[in-house]
Antibody
Framework: EVQLVESGGNLVQPGGSLRLSCAAS????????MSWVRQAPGKGLQWVSV????????YYADSVKGRFTISRDNSKNMVFLEMNSLRGEDTAIYYC????????????????WGPGTLVAVSS | SYELTQPPSVSVSPGQTARITCSGE??????VYWYHQRSGQAPVLVIY???KRPSGIPERFSGSSAGTKATLTISGAQVEDEGDYYC???????????FGGGTKLTVL
């Protein structure tokens, strides 16, 4: 059974940092790209970042580039999102999702999502 | 920045056909994915690669894409199909994912 479980969400002050984790099981982890998607309270989905199966390639939304870093540990079947210089507009539920890779394309839509973890940025 | 445009809401009676559109300049060359999200739950993929249905998704869900517009069709919509629907694709570079603003489907 495919499982994705996010953790690390918390209340943090503006300008602070946080590291989100996503534990994966039930599939061959390094065969999939992994992405982060967020959803602010009452708002729509926003794509944040994606990392390739081997971890060598990553892409970011303009709104987080330079502040967030995605990484993965294939030996532990985990993907991470390091978030720095957090702002109020980063407040959201953060979902991790696995994305099948086809012909080298890693930005395909996620086919399975975790339940999410809540990040709140406030003083 | 690249955008995908969806209607804010669609309403149908049970058993009717619901159609939700998604417009974007890069769609002629990029696949579209559709997600269903019920309140308080994670999104669920209902259509991938424009018109393919994942296992476990009812046959009443179908997708199509022509030119700069993609369409999710729910033939014989049921009450359990209510919720928010989002389209997803990438910009022309293929390096940035983008979601549409979402469409709230009401079946009553």
């Amino acid at each position: 059974e495919v499982q994705l479980v996010e953790s690390g969400g918390n209340l943090v002050q503006p300008g602070g940092s946080l590291r989100l984790s996503c534990a994966a099981s039930g599939f061959t982890f390094n065969n999939y790209a992994m992405s982060w998607v967020r959803q602010a309270p009452g708002k729509g989905l926003q794509w944040v970042s994606v990392i390739s199966g081997g971890g060598a390639i990553s892409y970011y939304a303009d709104s987080v580039k330079g502040r967030f870093t995605i990484s993965r540990d294939n030996s532990k079947n985990m993907v991470f999102l390091e978030m720095n210089s957090l702002r109020g507009e980063d407040t959201a539920i953060y979902y991790c999702a696995r994305a099948p890779i086809l012909r080298g394309i890693i930005t395909r839509g996620g086919d399975f999502w975790g339940p999410g973890t809540l990040v709140a940025v406030s003083s | 920045s690249y955008e995908l445009t969806q209607p804010p809401s669609v309403s149908v009676s049970p058993g009717q056909t619901a159609r939700i559109t998604c417009s974007g300049e890069a769609l002629p060359k990029k696949y579209v994915y559709w997600y269903h999200q019920r309140s308080g739950q994670a999104p669920v993929l209902v259509i991938y690669d424009d018109d393919k249905r994942p296992s476990g998704i009812p046959e009443r869900f179908s997708g199509s894409s022509a030119g700069t517009k993609a369409t999710l069709t729910i033939s014989g919509a049921q009450v359990e199909d209510e919720g928010d629907y989002y389209c997803y694709s990438t910009d022309s570079s293929g390096n940035r994912g983008v979601f549409g603003g979402g469409t709230k489907l009401t079946v009553l």
